[in-house]
């Protein structure tokens, strides 16, 4: 699912981590990512080196995704124990 971020306005992507987490992935694939989106029924997993299927999904093409919070401009608001999915608009 997309949406934007409510401290720095850019656009994400709502996945969930393999621990089924809400995770805020940047909107755009990067060659820097480090996860891959897997579709789980109806939920899109991000995956990452350690998973099974991570180095085959790479090697097939598969595009990398970086999480926002690295790359946020405001992740430093962020970090003051505040829960993450309050800092994103759906």
Same mark, same amino acid.
């Given at each position: 699912? %997309?949406? &934007?971020? %409510?401290?720095?306005?850019?656009?994400?992507?709502?996945?969930?981590? @393999? *621990?089924?987490?809400?995770?805020?992935?940047? @909107?755009?694939?990067?060659?820097?990512? *480090?996860?891959?989106?897997? &579709?789980?029924?109806?939920?899109?997993?991000?995956?990452?080196? &350690?998973?099974?299927?991570? @180095?085959?999904?790479?090697?097939?093409?598969?595009?990398?995704?970086?999480?926002?919070?690295?790359?946020? *401009?405001?992740?430093? #608001?962020?970090?003051?124990? #505040?829960?993450?999915?309050?800092?994103?608009?759906?």
């Amino acid at each position: 699912m %997309k949406s &934007r971020c %409510k401290l720095c306005d850019e656009p994400i992507f709502w996945a969930r981590a @393999a *621990t089924g987490k809400a995770l805020p992935l940047d @909107a755009e694939t990067s060659a820097g990512g *480090t996860l891959v989106l897997v &579709r789980r029924g109806e939920d899109h997993i991000a995956i990452g080196p &350690r998973d099974p299927d991570y @180095a085959r999904l790479v090697g097939e093409g598969a595009r990398l995704r970086v999480p926002h919070s690295m790359t946020c *401009t405001k992740a430093d #608001q962020r970090r003051g124990g #505040q829960n993450h999915r309050d800092l994103f608009s759906e």
